[in-house]
């Protein structure tokens, strides 16, 4: 499957931004999805999950409360809805998918995910 995930841009602190990503190539609903970042000089880290149906969502500590999840199996597209921004939650976004149930216990798990889309990058100024 190919994922182009979009939506990224420069914010001030507590502002909002949505990003997306589009799936093309499979069976979209087939895929439980996730977005990932990476801030320059840090290693990867996850950053929410949801299930192939939408039933099921994760957050990482960092973000809960303040991101949310969905997706829209119709239109092929995740989305992240990210509040209250923080400068902290400056990276290079990116979305995921896997074709493997989701678990809680392993949903942040990078190495699990087969299909990456190429980032999209979010700066939140203070």
């Known amino acids: 499957v190919q994922l182009q995930a979009y939506g990224g841009g420069l914010v001030q602190t507590g502002g909002s931004l949505r990003l997306s990503c589009a799936a093309s190539?499979?069976?979209?609903?087939?895929?439980?999805m996730s977005w990932f970042r990476q801030a320059p000089g840090k290693e990867r880290e996850s950053v929410a999950a949801?299930?192939?149906?939408?039933?099921?969502?994760y957050y990482a500590d960092s973000v809960k409360g303040r991101f949310t999840i969905a997706r829209d199996n119709a239109k092929n597209t995740v989305y992240l809805q990210m509040n209250s921004l923080k400068p902290e939650d400056t990276a290079v976004h990116y979305c995921a998918a896997k074709s493997s149930l989701l678990y809680e216990s392993s949903w942040s798990s990078g190495g699990l995910y087969i299909y990456w889309g190429q980032g999209t990058q979010v700066t939140v100024s203070s």
């Open positions: 949801i299930s192939r149906s939408g039933r099921s969502t």
């Open positions: 190539g499979r069976t979209f609903s087939n895929y439980a």
